[in-house]
C-alpha cells in the first residue's frame, strides 16, 4: 500500500466541504495552535459558541466574506498510516474549471451532500466529471446528516440513488463508499459516530488510511516509460564540458542504464547511459521522480519531444477525437484555432466538427451541435501543426491529456483527454 494518497474534494455550494477540510486538518492535528486560537478569536467575534473550522481554509478575503472556495488550494496532512495531499475546490457551477483542475491527478475525491438536498445537478456535474478524469474511487460525504429527520432512510435514499448513477458512470460498486457525517460536530470523520447506529461502516479518515491505492490507477506502470523533456542540459563548463542531459519527470513507467529507448516524434532510437539525479546516479529511476537522462548516443531532442520504450510506444498522431470540458467563457465553434498543449509540447490545433455534446444530467449525447459552453462536455475533432505522441487517456491520464489555449491571451480554454472516454458511460442519446 502506498504511504500517499492523492484526494480532491468536490461539492456544491453550502454542503459543508470547507468545514469538512477544516475538519480533517483539525482532527489529524495538522494545524498550528496559534491558528487554532485564531478561528477561535475569529468565530467569537462571529457570535458562533464553537470554532467555525472552515475559516482554517477560506484564506482569500473573498472566500471569508462570501463564506465560499474560489480558488483550488492544496492542503497537506498526515496520520500515522498515510500521507495526504488534498486538492479543496470550489463547489460553484463557474468554478467547475477549478474542479476539473484539483481532480484530475486524484486518486480518490470526496464528494459531499447536504443531506437535507441530496443529489442535486451539481453533484450529477461533478459526478460526471469525475468520471470522464478517470478518478478512480469516489466518497460520497453525506453531510448535516445530523439536521434531518429520519437520518437512516434519509441516508438508505440518497445512497441508493447515488450508487445508480455512478454504476452508470463505469464506478464497480466496490470503489465507491456512502458515509454519513457531521462535519460541524465531527461525527463519522476521525472515528464512528455512536450518534449513526444505522451506519457500521468506517469512518472518513478510517477509510482514507486503508483504501488501496493501485500502482497503476492513472495508468502510470501499466505501461512502458513515458518521459516528456522539460529541459536539454549543457553546463559546457570546465569540469563538465562534453554533458548533454534531458531532465524531466518520469509520467510512466520506469528506467534504468542499458534501457533501449525511442525518442517521438522523430523515432530515433538509442540506450539509456546514464539516470542523473541532484543526489546522485540511480539504478532505476520509477514513475513520478524527476530525474536527468543521459543517453549513448547523440540525439536530436528538444523540449517537448518524449521518450519512450519502443515496445509500446505510442504513433504520434496529428488528427483525432478527443473529449474536451470547455472551460471559456466565450463558446466553442467548429473552425476555432487554438494552442493545444501536450505534456511539455505546445503546437497549433484546429477544432474540426463538434462530434456531440455530453449532458451530464440525463446521461445523453447530442450529436452535432452548433457549439460547447462554458462547463460543457462533448467530442471533438481536432487537427495539429506538429504530431503529438500521445496515449489513449484511458491507458494513461498523464500522456493522454492535454490543455487548449487561447493564441492571444494564453488563457486555458479546455480541458482534453485524447479519445472517446464517453464510451466508459452509460450514454444514450438525446432526443432532438
Known amino acids: 500500500m502506498s504511504d500517499l494518497l492523492r484526494l480532491a474534494t468536490a461539492g ?12 480533517l486538518l483539525y482532527d489529524t492535528k495538522s494545524v498550528l495552535a496559534d491558528q487554532i486560537d485564531a478561528v477561535t478569536r475569529a468565530s467569537v467575534d462571529k457570535g458562533l459558541s464553537t470554532p467555525d473550522l472552515s475559516l482554517l481554509v477560506d484564506g482569500l478575503r473573498a472566500e ?12 497537506y496532512f498526515a496520520t500515522p498510516k498515510r500521507s495526504f495531499v488534498l486538492a479543496d475546490t470550489p463547489g460553484h457551477v463557474q468554478y467547475t474549471r477549478n474542479t476539473v483542475s484539483g481532480a484530475s491527478t486524484a486518486q480518490l475525491v470526496i464528494l459531499l451532500v447536504d443531506a437535507r438536498k441530496g443529489v442535486i445537478e451539481q453533484t450529477r456535474r461533478h459526478a460526471a466529471v469525475l468520471a470522464l478524469l478517470g478518478v478512480p474511487r469516489l466518497v460520497l460525504a453525506v453531510n448535516k446528516i445530523d439536521l434531518v429527520d429520519n437520518p437512516a432512510e434519509v441516508f438508505a435514499e440518497i445512497s441508493a440513488e447515488f450508487g445508480t448513477l455512478t454504476a452508470k458512470l463505469g464506478w464497480a460498486e466496490s470503489d465507491v463508499l456512502e458515509i454519513p457525517v457531521s462535519a460541524l460536530h465531527g461525527d463519522n470523520i476521525a472515528s464512528r459516530s455512536a450518534n449513526t447506529p444505522y451506519y457500521d461502516g468506517p469512518s472518513l479518515i478510517e477509510h482514507l488510511e486503508s483504501v488501496p ?15 516528456p523533456v522539460q529541459y536539454v542540459i549543457r553546463p559546457r563548463t570546465a569540469e563538465y564540458p562534453d554533458y548533454r542531459g534531458y531532465a524531466g519527470q518520469i509520467a510512466a513507467g ?3 542504464p542499458g534501457d533501449e529507448i525511442v525518442v517521438l516524434p522523430s523515432g530515433k532510437r538509442t540506450t539509456v547511459e546514464r539516470v542523473d539525479t541532484p543526489d546522485g546516479e540511480l539504478a532505476v529511476a520509477q514513475v513520478g521522480r524527476s530525474v536527468t537522462l543521459l543517453l549513448a548516443d547523440e540525439v536530436d531532442i528538444s523540449r517537448g519531444d518524449i521518450i519512450a520504450s519502443p515496445a509500446d510506444a505510442p504513433e504520434p498522431i496529428d488528427t483525432f477525437d478527443a473529449t474536451v470540458c470547455w472551460l471559456g467563457d466565450k463558446a466553442l465553434r467548429p473552425g476555432a484555432r487554438l494552442l493545444l498543449k501536450h505534456g511539455t509540447k505546445t503546437t497549433q490545433a484546429i477544432v474540426g466538427a463538434l462530434v456531440e455534446r455530453f449532458d451530464e444530467q440525463t446521461l445523453t449525447a447530442q450529436e452535432s451541435p452548433e457549439s460547447l459552453e462554458l462547463n460543457d462536455i462533448g467530442r471533438v475533432s481536432l487537427r495539429l501543426a506538429e504530431p503529438i505522441p500521445a496515449d489513449d487517456y484511458r491507458t494513461n491520464r498523464h500522456t493522454g491529456s492535454f490543455l487548449l489555449i487561447d493564441p492571444a491571451g494564453g488563457n486555458t480554454l479546455a480541458a482534453g483527454l485524447v479519445g472517446d472516454v464517453l464510451t466508459s458511460v452509460e450514454v444514450g442519446t438525446a432526443v432532438r
Open 12 to 23: 456544491s455550494v453550502d454542503d459543508g466541504k470547507s468545514t469538512l477540510v477544516g475538519r
Open 64 to 75: 471569508r466574506e462570501q463564506g465560499i472556495t474560489i480558488d483550488v488550494a492544496y492542503r
Open 213 to 227: 491505492v493501485d500502482a497503476d490507477s492513472t495508468g502510470a506502470h501499466a505501461i512502458g516509460l513515458r518521459f
Open 254 to 256: 520506469s528506467v534504468s
